[in-house]
């Protein structure tokens, strides 16, 4: 009788365990900053810098290119002015680096996009467009390095008075685009260049 109620006692314990290790990442998930278990996350391992933090880890795998290219979505420029990583709706977004939000809003083409001037790089400024429009900072804003500062949005928005952009069904879209992804820039003075520069792809 009272093996078996240590018995009992045992199992219960040990699921208790359990389930205390399965939440450890769900609380560290909810950091604001970046942590090792992103780093870690399935596909994250294709680019690293000395510079910059990858802005969305677990995922890398790019389906448009920096430059000329064709246009997938009527009004989306010919010329692509960052690269987009394909993500699922919430996907955290991390600040490259330190810097203030100088713009954070509806873009037009970009749908909802935050921009970021860096502290240590004044000649450089990063965006992340077709985020949530549920904004995690605005404008004048100081963030880290780390710091979550946007998710990756929905495809479709709605309540954008004139949003000229709209999917084949005629839903207005979250800019020009036709899932959710990030299009993430780096300007330097102003003119679009290719992210990756900044990052090497450790795969190759
Ligand atoms: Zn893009």
Redesign the pocket.
């Known amino acids: 009788m009272l093996s078996s109620f240590f018995y009992v006692y045992k199992r219960i314990a040990i699921i208790a365990i359990i389930i205390c290790i399965l939440f450890i990442p769900l609380i560290y998930s909810n950091s604001i900053y970046y942590n090792l278990n992103d780093n870690f996350s399935e596909n994250n391992n294709k680019f690293e810098s000395d510079l910059f933090i990858w802005p969305i880890p677990g995922y890398s795998r790019i389906s448009?290119n920096f430059g000329l290219r064709k246009s997938p979505t009527a009004g989306?420029s010919t010329f692509?002015?960052?690269?987009?990583i394909p993500a699922p709706e919430g996907t955290k977004l991390y600040a490259i680096d330190d810097g203030v939000v100088t713009f954070s809003g509806w873009g037009a083409g970009g749908g909802y996009t935050v921009t970021v001037q860096l502290n240590n790089y004044p000649d450089l400024k990063f965006s992340f467009?077709h985020v949530s429009p549920i904004l995690l900072v605005k404008e004048d804003d100081q963030i880290k390095r780390g710091e979550i500062i946007a998710k990756v949005g929905p495809k479709n928005v709605y309540g954008i008075n004139n949003n000229q952009y709209k999917d084949e069904n005629g839903n207005p879209t979250n800019g020009a685009?036709t899932g959710t992804?990030l299009?993430f820039i780096i300007k330097q003075n102003n003119i679009p260049t290719d992210p990756l520069n900044y990052y090497k792809n450790i795969e190759n």
């Open positions: 448009s989306a692509h002015s960052g690269i987009d467009c685009t992804h299009h």
